[in-house]
Every structure is written in C-alpha cells, then in structure tokens.
C-alpha cells in the first residue's frame, strides 16, 4: 500500500487506512506530519472522519437560545426602565418639595462662608520658554486666613439647621 501518490499528498488508500487505524507507528507519525501542513489533506482526512457523524438534531435549538436571549432583553430592558422611573421620580418629588432649591441656596452660602482659594495664570506667559532668572512669584497664602473659627462654625450650623427645618416643614405639609 502507497501511503502518499506522485504529487506528495496522501493518497486515498492511505486515508483510508489512516481512518480505519491499519498504519503501523512509522506511517501515522508520516501521514500525521503531512496533514500538519498540509490543508488539502487535512480538509479530506477531516471529511472523511466526519462524514457519518454530523446528524441532524433531533429538535431545533433555536426557540430556546430565542427565548433566553428574549428574556435577558426584557430583564435589560425593563431593569433600566425602573431605574429611570425611580430617578424621576425622586428628582419631581425633590423639585416640588424645594430641596433642590434649599441644596443649591445653602451650596452657595457656603460658598461665600469658605475662604477662596484661586491660582491666577498668566496668559501672557503661556506658551513661552522659562526665564530661570526671571523674579520668582510670591508664597503668599493664597485667600484669607480663617480668624473666627467659632463665626464660621455658627454660620453653617445655622445652615445646616434651617436646612433641616425647611425640609421637616415641608414634609409635614
């Protein structure tokens, strides 16, 4: 038996025997190097071994991948849909109530409470080389030094309190 033809590739009598376990230790190792790096090969020894194999499913898998996928969309779908709800309708119920309002009121009067602290830039220095012999800049503190800690404590916690009022008020109401 001819294991391979004239043109170097297997030859059927050797698929065959190569399918059917007939070929000695030397011959598989052979045949198994050429079909390594060999894909005509490979694609006929591949059919061979897998033409009685594949059948036909004996009921279509396609309804219940379709349902799954089905009601992971919903689940999806219908989990952002509640998300969203409920953002809305706390943010309504907080603009209606005037919380969003007291929020922003007492975000600015702290604002105005807490000293400010801002680097100016010089535009007109921007993009320019460094001048290491150019004066350097102060290191001055920049904003006002906190003198009245107990002022400043007294201002946000009346803050805090009528805050805290404002909305028990309106939530009685």
């Not at 011959?27 to 490979?42: I, V």
């Amino acid at each position: 038996m001819e294991l391979f033809d004239a043109k170097g590739c297997l030859s059927e009598e050797g698929l065959q025997a190569l399918v059917g376990g007939q070929l000695d230790e030397t011959q598989r190792l052979e045949a198994a190097e050429h079909l390594a790096y060999c894909d005509r090969c490979m694609d006929r020894y591949t059919a061979l071994l897998t033409d009685d194999v594949l059948e036909q499913p004996p009921r279509s898998a396609r309804g219940a991948v379709m349902g799954t996928i089905w009601i992971r969309l919903m689940q999806n779908t219908w989990g952002r849909a509640a998300v969203a709800t409920v953002a809305a309708v706390l943010a309504l119920t907080m603009w209606r109530a005037g919380t969003l309002e007291q929020i922003l009121h007492t975000g600015q009067q702290l604002n105005t409470w807490l000293p400010q602290t801002t680097q100016q830039t010089e535009p007109e220095l921007l993009g320019k080389p460094v001048n290491d012999k150019a004066p350097q800049p102060s290191t001055a503190p920049l904003g006002k030094p906190i003198e009245d800690k107990k002022q400043l404590t007294e201002k946000l916690s009346d803050a805090l309190d009528a805050l805290l009022h404002h909305s028990a008020d309106t939530t009685e109401k």
